[in-house]
């Protein structure tokens, strides 16, 4: 895992409060980042899916792709799908932040 992928991590991490193991690959890392994320997102979809939806916003994930999970995905995956998308778009801010940094 690059170490802005790392950071990353890190940082969605902490905006979740979540405690990620230390794993030495990449693929367990990001399962216990998807396991837990989802855990926190289903919570928040059960109580609070405004306050979900303000968490997606500062992430930059749209309502309309946020909307299409929540039409689209079966009611025990919602949490998990929604958790894969922050994964991929913290990967894209990664990419972009490493293509432009100095």
Do not use: C
Request: charged share 30%.
């Amino acid at each position: 895992m690059s170490e802005n992928s790392e950071l990353d991590l890190d940082l969605a991490s902490q905006e979740w409060g979540l405690s990620l193991l230390d794993h030495s690959r990449e693929n367990s890392i990001e399962l216990d980042f998807l396991t837990k994320l989802s855990q926190k997102i289903q919570l928040l979809l059960d109580n609070n899916p405004q306050k979900l939806k303000s968490h997606l916003y500062r992430l930059d994930i749209s309502e309309e792709k946020y909307n299409r999970i929540l039409t689209h995905t079966s009611p025990n995956n919602k949490a998990k799908k929604i958790a894969e998308v922050i994964l991929e778009r913290e990967k894209q801010k990664a990419i972009t932040r490493k293509k432009f940094s100095t």
